[in-house]
Nanobody, 123 residues
Framework: QVQVVGSGGGLVQPGGSLRLSCVAS????????IGWFRQAPGKQREGLSC???????SYADSVQGRFTISRDKAKNTVYLQMNSLKSEDTAIYYC?????????????????WGEGALVTVSS
């Protein structure tokens, strides 16, 4: 059974750090990409970062240099380490899986989604 479970949201002060986790299991394919997305109130969902089974990563300009995506294949887990957080990073964060691919399409093309995790950056 395919499962995608995201976790790790919370409240953090500006300049602080937070790590999100995404456990993806039950996929019958060897190749799949996992991406992180977010949606702030009143804004469209945006892609932040993606990692493929080949460990190739990509980042949106808005988080490049601040966020790092990594993968622990033994644990079927992908992490998003978020540093130097800003108030504008406040949003609901989602992880999603694109099967049979090592790249993430736009958010509407992803195949499986985890539940969102609220990240609030505020003093």
């Amino acid at each position: 059974q395919v499962q995608v479970v995201g976790s790790g949201g919370g409240l953090v002060q500006p300049g602080g750090s937070l790590r999100l986790s995404c456990v993806a299991s039950g996929f019958p394919w060897d190749d799949y990409a996992i991406g992180w997305f977010r949606q702030a109130p009143g804004k469209q969902r945006e892609g932040l970062s993606c990692i493929g089974s080949d460990d190739v990563t990509s980042y949106a300009d808005s988080v490049q240099g601040r966020f790092t995506i990594s993968r622990d294949k033994a644990k079927n887990t992908v992490y998003l380490q978020m540093n130097s957080l800003k108030s504008e990073d406040t949003a609901i964060y989602y992880c999603a899986v694109e099967v049979q691919s090592n790249r993430c399409p736009d958010w509407y093309g992803m195949d499986y989604w985890g539940e969102g995790a609220l990240v609030t950056v505020s003093s």
